[in-house]
Each structure stands twice: as structure tokens, then as C-alpha cells.
């Protein structure tokens, strides 16, 4: 099945900075991409996704990339705020069976005022 | 407004007692999922769900149950078979295969539960 890697588990910038988050994944099948942010005490929610026929995506300030070659995708927070402080996380939907979505281990984003 | 509701919020539990996690939602997804949240190790699978009366294992099923009997509802009951059962718990549901949004998950606020 697939696997996911996430990169790095902690992350620390200063207010006004770029955040970048990597992922890894095993399956070269795999064709959707999500970022889900969570705030402390709630659930996920989707942020940005892609899907395997572009290379990437952007969101005002949040931005993904994908390599497929390369089987990474990466998440781009640029100018940050306080209130991206969250704990982020990567995924990848399985083409085989039910195409279940399998997550990374999650960023935990710290911003610095 | 639409939207998926986990209950109760935060759940005390002794050893040995069995204990159902409510999940609810009203936005006519076919499909619902049980994740398990524990620090530094993501989000892992327990059960999910495509359709009414039929749910499959997923990565970390023992000492679990769940049952589909409506749409709307996917109650979890951890059971004393589970070792280790303190974690943060998530539901999630998604639209069916092939409406263009699927694959896209929504999840619920979460259930917290501790085992004394």
C-alpha cells in the first residue's frame, strides 16, 4: 500500500517568513495530493490539494508543488502569519481498493512574532 | 449548516469498560472513517465505511467495533481489548466516488479520550 513521509515534524519561523513542508510517497500510482491544517483541539481541514495532472497550485498565500518524477509534493506558506500556527499534514489517496487517503506524520508550525 | 458532530468531546473511561464514540453528519456523504490520533504519528485508520450496512478494517482495527445502520451515523466503540486506547479521536466522511469532490475528506472536532 502506500506510504506517506513527512518532513520536518517541527517548524519554526519568524512572522513574515516562508514556510516550506515536504512529503514523500511510495505508490507512483497515487493521483491526489490533499494538505489538511489543524488547530489545537479541532479537526483537519483541507487546505490546498492537487491532483497528478499539475505541477502546481496556488492559494493567495499557500501554494503546492508536485514532482511526480521525483514522488514529492511540497506545501509553501509564504508571508506567515500568527494564525498559521498549526499542525499540517500531507496525504495521498490509494488508486487501489476503497482509494483511501494515507497521511504523513505532521508539521507542527510554530510562527514567531 | 452542514457538517459532521462527534460526541461527547472529552470521555473518561476505566479500564475494562467498554466506551461508544458518537458520529454524526449531515452532508449525505456515502462514505465515513474512524482515525486515531496520537502525537508525532499522524492520523491512522481504524474503520471506514462506503456504504449503509457495510464497513471495512482499516490499519489499526483491533479492539475496535463499528456499525453503519444509517447514512448519517458511524458510531465507534472502543472495546477492553484495546491496549492502549487514550488518544484523540476523528471521524471523517467524503462524497461517494466519481462526484468530483471525492477523495476530499471532512472531519469532525474530535473525541478526547483518557483511560483512568
Known amino acids: 500500500g502506500e506510504n506517506v513521509e513527512q518532513h520536518p515534524s517541527t517548524l519554526s519561523v519568524q512572522e513574515g517568513d516562508s514556510a516550506v513542508i515536504k512529503c514523500t510517497y511510495s505508490?507512483?500510482?497515487?493521483?491526489?495530493f490533499p494538505w489538511y491544517k489543524q488547530e489545537l483541539g479541532k479537526g483537519p481541514q483541507l487546505i490546498i490539494d492537487i491532483r497528478s495532472n499539475v505541477g502546481e497550485k496556488k492559494d493567495q498565500r499557500i501554494a503546492v508543488t508536485l514532482n511526480k518524477t521525483a514522488k514529492h509534493f511540497s506545501l509553501h506558506i509564504t508571508e506567515t502569519q500568527p494564525e498559521d500556527s498549526a499542525v499540517y499534514f500531507c496525504?495521498?489517496?490509494?488508486?487501489?481498493?476503497?482509494?483511501?487517503?494515507?497521511f504523513g506524520q505532521g508539521t507542527r508550525l510554530t510562527i514567531n512574532p | 449548516d452542514g457538517g459532521i458532530t462527534q460526541s461527547p468531546k472529552y470521555l473518561f473511561r476505566k479500564e475494562g469498560q467498554n466506551v461508544t464514540l458518537s458520529c454524526e453528519q449531515n452532508?449525505?456523504?456515502?462514505?465515513m472513517y474512524w482515525y486515531r490520533q496520537d502525537p508525532g504519528q499522524g492520523l491512522r485508520l481504524i474503520y471506514y465505511s462506503q456504504i449503509v450496512n457495510d464497513f471495512q478494517k482499516g490499519d489499526i482495527a483491533e479492539g475496535y467495533s463499528v456499525s453503519r445502520e444509517k447514512k448519517e451515523s458511524f458510531p465507534l466503540t472502543v472495546t477492553s481489548a484495546q491496549k492502549n486506547p487514550t488518544a484523540f479521536y476523528l471521524c471523517?466522511?467524503?462524497?461517494?466516488?466519481?462526484?468530483?469532490?471525492?477523495?476530499?475528506?471532512?472531519f469532525g472536532e474530535g473525541s478526547r479520550l483518557t483511560v483512568l
Open positions: 471523517a466522511s467524503s462524497p461517494r466516488a466519481g462526484t468530483g469532490r471525492s477523495g476530499e475528506l471532512f
Open positions: 452532508l449525505n456523504h456515502d462514505a
Open positions: 505508490d507512483s500510482a497515487s493521483n491526489y
Open positions: 496525504a495521498a489517496r490509494e488508486i487501489q481498493g476503497a482509494q483511501k487517503l494515507v
